[in-house]
């Protein structure tokens, strides 16, 4: 199934020496702007940018969209501990042997995805103090599909030879042919690239991307004949979040139309990858060694955008529990970094360059943040709700149990439509104090009274693997 296109990539460039033309040119475009380091580094922002100048206003609403998705959380996402659990496809389109990454490869990369996104990295303690109360966990688990589109079994993994060397393409021109690399990166960049999802173009077709996570893993460096020969490293990855997703809906890519899913370079997948980077970029075999790169793709295939706002201390994620900062840890580790004055709770916390979605070296890379966690979520039942499976024991508690009246005199029943066998019931009041508890077994009702004066009261209902919270005002 087709989809409307959106990137959001991660761009490295090392240093001018490490530079082709096609990053040269994205540079000299953008060098006004905090983009991260040398070099643009997120796709989805700079093709808002070039849509917002055909459709003046088209930024300002995306902004918008997701600054309502966030205020909105508790009545747009079914906000509870069940693990969600996302089938994946790797596509590996290789060339020649060395892309053709054996299983081991995609294995360790599946299992270091599921760490990060159930929060079972080990390198959670490495999280400042500062962030561990923001610290989140997505509770979402990918695992290697089982049965394709026609229900046959697999593996997950499908592996197609191709002609193609260089799915970034071959750029014809030289270093004073400005205008045309200009005129080929708009024109045929991201049409070379997601030749990688297309049968008839040499790669491979994607599966129902309504039912299946789809990972394309190839080489996506850039050939450049007219600068000796150059193979161009311009994207380690790249991810489309939702059709209409509100995040990024009307951007105008009514033409452009891609199939969802993740783009990988090959070199960039797994720890245990036996490819390393070749020069100039041999610096990343230490600085992405971990596999981390995978997770950081993910999260904006979820919806989520780079930390810093793609831009200075006047941008922002529109995520509430991320510091702003004025542009990425340039694929670093320092902890030294406040580069905006910010407030969360009333503290101006550093630059969080531990966070998957801005670019540090994998050896800091450990945490989503709570509400980022809470985003991706709502992603997934509002705009992949057919993604995901939920098991029966997990049947979340915000599907099945209602909490009402609200507002209330202070009487309040709850009634549960679904079996839920040892549910706790806790009432806290304005000041956080805990003021009542009850279990009952569901489905059936449970009534309560709040004792206390009017105002705002919150009612939590746990079972073993989930909860949900209901804001009640007693008037």
Not at 64 to 90: C, G, H, M, W, Y
Not at 166 to 177: A, K, R, S, T, W
């Amino acid at each position: 199934m087709k989809k409307l296109l959106f990137f959001s990539f991660t761009v490295i460039s090392l240093g001018l020496n490490a530079q082709g033309l096609v990053n040269s040119t994205l540079q000299q475009n953008h060098h006004h702007e905090s983009e991260g380091a040398i070099g643009p580094q997120c796709g989805s922002h700079l093709l808002m940018k070039n849509q917002d100048k055909k459709q003046p206003g088209l930024l300002n609403a995306s902004n918008k969209a997701l600054q309502n998705i966030v205020e909105n959380l508790d009545r747009s996402n079914k906000t509870t501990s069940a693990t969600l659990t996302i089938p994946v496809v790797f596509h590996i389109v290789y060339n020649n042997a060395d892309e053709n990454l054996p299983d081991s490869v995609i294995q360790h990369q599946l299992r270091v995805l599921n760490d990060n996104y159930r929060r079972q990295n080990a390198d959670t303690t490495s999280l400042r103090p500062a962030f561990r109360p923001y610290a989140g966990n997505p509770n979402i688990q990918f695992e290697l599909a089982t049965t394709d589109p026609n229900g046959n079994p697999t593996n997950g993994i499908v592996r197609t030879s191709t002609d193609i060397q260089h799915f970034g393409g071959i750029l014809p021109y030289n270093i004073n042919q400005q205008s045309q690399i200009q005129q080929w990166v708009n024109d045929s960049l991201f049409y070379n690239l997601f030749r990688i999802s297309q049968d008839s173009l040499g790669g491979s077709d994607a599966w129902d991307t309504d039912k299946y996570l789809n990972i394309w893993v190839g080489d996506l460096r850039i050939f450049e004949p007219q600068i000796q020969n150059f193979e161009e490293l311009v994207f380690l990855g790249l991810a489309q979040p939702p059709a209409n997703h509100p995040n990024f809906v009307g951007t105008g890519f009514d033409t452009l139309i891609y199939d969802e899913g993740v783009l990988m370079h090959y070199v960039a997948i797994g720890p245990n990858n036996p490819i390393s980077y070749p020069a100039p970029y041999a610096g990343l075999n230490n600085t992405l060694a971990d596999g981390d790169l995978v997770s950081h793709e993910v999260g904006h295939y979820l919806g989520l955008r780079h930390i810093w706002g793609d831009g200075d201390c006047t941008a922002d994620d529109f995520i509430f529990d991320t510091p702003l900062s004025n542009n990425s840890n340039q694929f670093s580790c320092n902890k030294n970094r406040n580069t905006c004055v910010d407030s969360i709770d009333g503290v101006d916390l550093p630059d969080m360059v531990e966070n998957f979605m801005d670019y540090s070296s994998d050896a800091c890379l450990n945490s989503f943040t709570q509400e980022q966690a809470a985003v991706m979520r709502a992603t997934l039942f509002t705009y992949r709700p057919n993604l995901f499976t939920i098991g029966q024991e997990e049947l979340p508690l915000a599907e099945s149990i209602e909490c009402f009246p609200n507002p209330s005199s202070g009487h309040l029943k709850l009634s549960s439509t679904a079996a839920h066998d040892d549910l706790e019931v806790k009432v806290y009041n304005s000041s956080g104090a805990l003021i009542l508890v009850k279990s009952f077994s569901a489905p059936s009702d449970l009534e309560l009274y709040l004792e206390g004066p009017k105002g705002l009261y919150l009612v939590q209902v746990n079972s073993a693997k989930d909860q949900v919270t209901f804001r009640i005002l007693k008037n």
